[in-house]
């Protein structure tokens, strides 16, 4: 891994934790991702952003797991990751939420948050069985965890109130506190700011710094909104029509060509 360095913005980041290196990915005949390659630094906020069908959520994909590309390379803390299943990959420390809330509905927001708990569970089901002690102790210890992201994320008058009575702006943050619960070292957000008003938008924003500042979280998240990102990430990703347009801090992105004529809709070759 190289080392850490300080970006134009002034930011110091880590060194590369994860590398995508030439991805291609299809689905029959359309290309969705382009032979594209960046990589995510410890401790940063990196974004993905591009416009609508630019290919983001397919990238997220390819990070999280659910595809493998037909091209390219993903490295994970200095090795090549082999093609794993979702579940091998959360375990692996790499969280994610949705754009499309995934909680249940039913369930309380502290069960819902305990969910998040269930890929650091080392009791299986047999020991539990027997060896009712240290499941117990395993039970306590979650729970500690659950409650602390609880708190952090300000939803503790709302731990017992089942998820379906919430608003859309709250159940965002359950969704948030549930990948923190894994303690990951990478957290995916699927547009974690689509469909929000302005206030929950930047209620969601201070969250995302907080997140990363207290508990030195690596942050990589996809937004087709590219003000939402500016003002949040480290570094920044462009994506257009499957190809990488552009890369670099904000400021740097903002005053790409290429990006500009993306946003603004400009033909393409
Ligand atoms: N499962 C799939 N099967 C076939 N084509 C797909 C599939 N998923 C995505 N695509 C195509 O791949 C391209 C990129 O889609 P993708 O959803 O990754 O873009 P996006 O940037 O996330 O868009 P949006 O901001 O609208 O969510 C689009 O042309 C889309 O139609």
């Known amino acids: ?27 029959g005949g ?47 803390k200095g090795s090549r990751r082999p ?11 790499i969280a994610r939420t949705f754009q499309n809330i995934a909680l249940f509905e039913g369930m309380s927001v502290l069960d819902n948050v305990m969910t998040g708990r269930l ?10 069985s027997i060896w009712k002690g240290k499941a117990e102790r395993e039970e306590t210890a979650n729970r500690e965890v659950a409650e602390k992201i609880i708190d952090f994320l300000e939803i503790q008058a709302i731990r017992k109130t089942p998820v379906s009575r919430l608003s859309y702006g709250l159940k965002k943050r359950v969704e948030l506190a549930r990948a923190l619960a894994a303690e990951p070292s990478i957290l ?21 710094l907080d997140v990363n500042d207290e508990f030195g979280t690596t942050i990589a ?9 500016m003002d949040l990430s480290d570094r920044v990703v462009v994506m257009d029509y499957g190809k990488k347009i552009g890369d670099g801090t904000p ?14 809709g400009v033909a393409h070759d």
């Open 30 to 76: 359309v290309e969705a991702i382009k032979d594209i390659s960046f990589d995510i630094r410890q401790g940063e906020i990196r974004a993905i952003i591009g416009p609508n069908g630019a290919g983001k959520s397919s990238m997220l994909n390819v990070i999280s797991g659910f595809y493998v590309p037909q091209e390219g390379e993903v490295w994970y």
């Open 251 to 264: 400021s740097e992105v903002r005053n790409n060509q290429d990006v500009i004529d993306a946003y603004l």
């Open 83 to 93: 093609a794993m299943k979702p579940f091998e990959v959360a375990q692996q420390g």
């Open 188 to 208: 995916l957000l699927d547009e974690p700011m689509a469909g929000m008003n302005v206030e929950e938008k930047e209620d969601m924003s201070r969250f995302i």
């Open 1 to 27: 891994m190289t080392d850490g360095y300080v970006t134009a913005d002034g930011r110091q980041i880590g060194p590369v934790v994860m590398e995508m290196k030439n991805i291609t990915l299809r689905f």
């Open 221 to 229: 998240l996809i937004e087709h909104d590219m003000g939402v990102v």
């Open 119 to 128: 890929t650091n569970m080392k009791t299986g089901m047999f020991w539990q």
